[in-house]
């Protein structure tokens, strides 16, 4: 009879543990054309933000590189250009378990090299990078729908 019950408990153990390897950890992922559109959103504001002045044509700015970045426990689309980082804020939306651009994104040069200016978390300013001796240049659209709207 103990053995009986030593099968059972084993069994039952056995089932849970079947159980829990089927469940997924929730995975959210960025999809291409929402990159494209954050991307442009950068490209933008690099254009008429940051390169106004240079004379530089705006064709020549394309973002070189981006990846996802999981910042102070935020994720984040970083956009390389040159010298300069762009950090996007993302937020998850759970239904479809893809990343969205969050509506905000902090741009500098000098703080390039470390981890850039970040959107703060009211999404209406960028923290401060270098002490405050940073160049952080924030853009804030109506998420992807409106255009950008630089402050």
């Known amino acids: 009879m103990r053995h009986l019950g030593l099968l059972f408990s084993l069994f039952v153990l056995s089932l849970l ?3 829990n390897k089927d469940k997924k950890e929730e995975q959210y992922t960025l999809s291409d054309s929402e990159k494209e559109k954050i991307e442009s959103i950068v490209e933008n504001t690099l254009r008429t933000e940051l390169f106004s002045h240079t004379g530089r044509p705006a064709s020549d700015v394309k973002i070189e590189n981006s990846f996802l970045q999981n910042i102070d426990g935020k994720p984040y689309l970083v956009s390389m250009y040159g ?8 937020e998850e939306n759970s239904k479809t378990m893809e ?7 902090c741009t500098s040069k ?8 970040v959107p703060s978390d009211d999404k209406l300013s960028c923290t ?3 002490s405050g001796l940073g160049d952080c240049t924030k853009t804030v659209t109506d998420k992807i729908i409106g255009g ?3 402050e």
């Open 83 to 90: 010298e300069y980082r762009t950090n996007s804020l993302l």
């Open 110 to 117: 000098r703080c390039a090299t470390t981890r850039g200016c």
């Open 148 to 150: 950008p709207r630089e």
């Open 99 to 105: 990343y969205v651009y969050g509506g905000i994104s």
């Open 128 to 130: 401060e990078c270098m």
């Open 17 to 19: 543990l079947s159980c």
